[in-house]
C-alpha cells in the first residue's frame, strides 16, 4: 500500500530535478516535494531506481486510480479509432462534437499523449538513469532503456520528430528527426540487449527490480527475449525508409540466442498495484465506445472464435456488432444496446505486447529477406496458433484452412451506414498468391492477434496499408487529410508551440510537410499505400 501510494505521489518530485521541454507550465507543480523521501530511503532495496521503474512501466499504457479517462484520449481515441479496432458513439466531449475521429485535432487530445509521456516516462527514466549510474548497475539501466524505447517509439509514431536524445539538457529541447530518433532506439536496444544477456547468463536464476517488475517480475531473460522482438517490431517498420538498416537490425533479432516473446507481455493488476482496466472503465463506466466497423468485418466474415473473447455481444438482439467510423453521432442510445463493448474484466492486465507478434514479424522477416530457418506458412501458421491459444479458443487448424473473407459490414443501429468488405484476403495460406497479397494476410492476421493494441495496429496499417479499413464518415480536417489515405500522424501539441516554439518550428521544418495529420512520418514511403 505504501508503494502504491508513494508510486502514484512523488515520484515526479523526486525528479524535479529534471527539466521537461514539453511542460514547463507544470514545473512548480513537480518540484514541490510533499513526502520527503530521504536519499538513504530511496537506497533501500533498490528503491531509487525501481520505483521509477514502475513509474515507467505505469506509464507506457497509462493505467492506475482515474486514469481511463486518459487512456481513452491516448489509446482508443487516437489508434483505436484510426486502427479501426474501435469507435465512439458519445455526441459530444468538452472539446466538442467534431474530434478525432472526424480528423479534426482538440489541442486537449493532442497535447495529453506528448505531455504525459514526458512527465510520466521520460523524467522517471532520466532520474532511473542518473541513479542507477550512481550506483554502478548497468543492467538496472539497460532496463529502464527498453521501457523508455518501447513507450517512445510509439510516442514518435504518432508525432514524428521528439525531442529525444538531447533530453533533460535544458527547459527548451531541440528535436531529433525521427530517423535519428530511430537510430536511437537501436543503439539502445543494441546495448540493453547485450548488457542483458551478458547479466543472465552470468546468473541464469539471478531477478532484477523484481519486487517493481509489473511486468517479468525481474526475470531478465524475459526482458531480452521482449526486447529482441521490439527491435524486430522497429526494423521492419523502417523498412520503406531506410531497407539497409531494417535488414541490419532485423538480421540481428534473428541471430539472437535468446529468441522472441513466447509469452504475452502483461501489465499485472494485482496487490501491488490494482487498477481497474481502463478499457473495461471507458466502455462500463463511461459508457463509451464500441467495437469499430472494419474489426467488425473481418471477425464476422471469418467467422473468427476470437471475436466473442475480444467484444461481448450486443445487450438488444445478440451479435457482435461494430460502428462505422467517423459519424457524426446525434443520439448514443442508437448505438449502446446494439452494439458491441470490449469483452473485459473490470481486474483484467493490460496487455504489453502478444507473444503472436514474434511469430508475424519473422514471417515478415522471412519474406522480405528470406531470414531465419523456418518458411514465411509456417511462421504465418506458427502465429495464428499461437494467438488462438492466447486467447483461450480452439479450432485453430480449421480456421487455417478456410477460405472465408471479410464480410459486409451492416449497421446495427439502424442508420443505414452499410459498407462493402474491402478485401477478398483469407486465413488459409496460399503459397502461390504474389508477394504483396502474402504480406496483406500476414498482416491482417497480425491486425486480429494484437488487439486492442490499436497505436501499433494503425502504425502498421500506414506502413504497410493492411489490413484494409474503412474510410470517416465525416471528415472535419478542411483538406487537411485525404480521406482516402487516412491520417498519418497527430499534429504537435499547441503547448509546444507556446513553450518551446523556435524548436518545434525547426521540427516542423523535418517533417517534410505541414503541421496537419495528413503528412507522412518518415518511415511512411510505402509507393503503394
Not at 463511461?286 to 464476422?300: H, K, Q, V
Not at 502478444?354 to 514465411?376: T, Y
Not at 492477434?449 to 484494409?468: L, M, V
Not at 516554439?501 to 517534410?512: K, P
Request: hydrophobic residues 40%; charged residues 20%.
Amino acid at each position: 500500500m505504501k508503494l502504491n501510494k508513494f508510486i502514484t505521489g512523488s515520484l515526479a518530485v523526486m525528479a524535479s530535478a529534471v527539466v521537461l521541454s514539453s511542460c514547463t507550465s507544470e514545473f512548480d507543480k513537480w518540484n514541490t516535494d510533499h513526502n520527503s523521501a530521504t536519499e538513504e530511503d530511496m537506497t533501500h532495496d533498490n528503491m531509487n531506481t525501481g520505483a521509477f521503474f514502475s513509474q515507467m512501466q505505469h506509464n507506457v499504457f497509462i493505467v492506475g486510480l482515474d486514469k481511463g479517462a486518459d487512456y481513452q484520449v491516448e489509446d482508443m481515441l487516437t489508434g483505436g479509432l484510426f486502427s479501426g479496432y474501435f469507435s465512439n458513439i458519445k455526441a459530444s466531449y468538452d472539446v466538442g462534437s467534431l474530434h478525432n475521429a472526424h480528423y479534426l485535432m482538440p489541442d486537449k487530445w493532442v497535447n495529453l499523449p506528448f505531455n504525459d509521456t514526458y512527465t510520466n516516462l521520460m523524467q522517471p527514466w532520466l532520474s532511473l538513469k542518473t541513479n542507477s549510474d550512481k550506483n554502478g548497475t548497468a543492467a538496472v539501466t539497460a532496463l529502464g532503456n527498453v521501457v523508455k524505447v518501447f513507450g517512445m517509439s510509439r510516442l514518435a509514431d504518432m508525432y514524428g520528430p521528439l525531442p529525444y536524445t538531447r533530453f533533460g539538457t535544458g527547459i527548451n529541447v531541440a528535436y531529433d528527426s525521427q530517423e535519428d530518433v530511430y537510430k536511437a532506439f537501436f543503439a539502445e536496444l543494441d546495448d540493453a540487449i547485450d548488457v542483458l544477456t551478458s547479466y543472465h547468463e552470468a546468473s541464469a536464476s539471478a531477478k532484477l527490480l523484481a519486487n517493481f517488475d509489473f511486468v517479468f517480475g525481474g526475470d531478465v531473460e524475459s526482458w531480452v527475449k521482449f526486447a529482441n522482438t521490439l527491435r524486430l517490431r522497429l526494423a521492419l517498420r523502417v523498412a520503406y525508409a531506410n531497407e539497409a538498416l531494417a535488414k541490419q537490425e532485423a538480421q540481428k533479432s534473428i541471430d539472437n540466442s535468446l529468441g522472441f516473446l513466447e509469452k504475452t507481455a502483461l501489465h499485472a493488476n494485482n496487490a501491488k498495484y490494482s487498477y481497474l482496466n481502463p478499457i473495461w472503465e471507458v466502455t462500463q463506466s463511461f459508457g463509451d465506445m464500441r467495437m469499430g466497423a472494419s474489426i467488425d468485418s473481418y471477425l464476422n466474415g471469418y467467422a473468427d472464435p476470437r471475436a466473442k473473447v475480444y467484444f461481448a455481444e450486443a445487450a438488444n438482439g445478440g451479435g457482435i456488432h461494430g460502428v462505422y467510423p467517423g459519424l457524426q453521432i446525434r443520439n448514443q442510445s442508437d448505438y449502446t444496446a446494439k452494439t458491441s463493448v470490449a469483452n473485459v474484466e473490470s481486474n483484467a492486465a493490460i496487455q504489453w505486447m502478444s507473444a503472436a507478434e514474434s511469430f508475424f514479424l519473422r514471417a515478415e522477416a522471412k519474406l522480405r529477406w528470406d531470414m531465419g530457418a523456418s518458411s514465411v506458412e509456417e511462421l504465418y501458421k506458427a502465429g495464428v496458433r499461437a494467438s488462438f491459444q492466447e486467447r483461450g479458443v480452439s479450432g485453430a487448424d480449421a480456421y487455417l484452412e478456410s477460405n472465408n473473407v471479410p464480410a459486409t459490414f451492416t449497421d446495427n443501429s439502424g442508420n443505414g451506414r452499410d459498407a462493402s468488405a474491402l478485401s477478398t484476403i483469407t486465413p488459409k495460406w496460399d503459397n502461390n498468391a504474389q508477394t504483396e497479397q502474402k504480406l496483406e494476410r500476414i498482416i491482417t492476421q497480425k491486425y486480429l492477434a494484437i488487439f486492442p493494441d490499436g497505436q501499433e495496429a494503425w502504425s502498421e496499417y500506414r506502413r504497410t496499408g493492411y489490413p484494409k479499413l474503412f474510410t470517416v464518415d465525416h471528415n472535419a480536417s478542411n483538406g487537411a487529410v485525404n480521406t482516402n489515405l487516412q491520417i498519418r500522424r497527430l499534429r504537435f501539441p499547441a503547448s509546444e508551440y507556446s513553450n518551446n516554439n523556435a524548436n518545434v518550428q525547426a521540427a516542423v521544418g523535418l517533417l517534410g510537410g505541414p503541421d496537419n495529420g495528413g503528412t507522412k512520418l518518415w518511415w511512411d514511403k510505402n509507393p503503394k499505400h
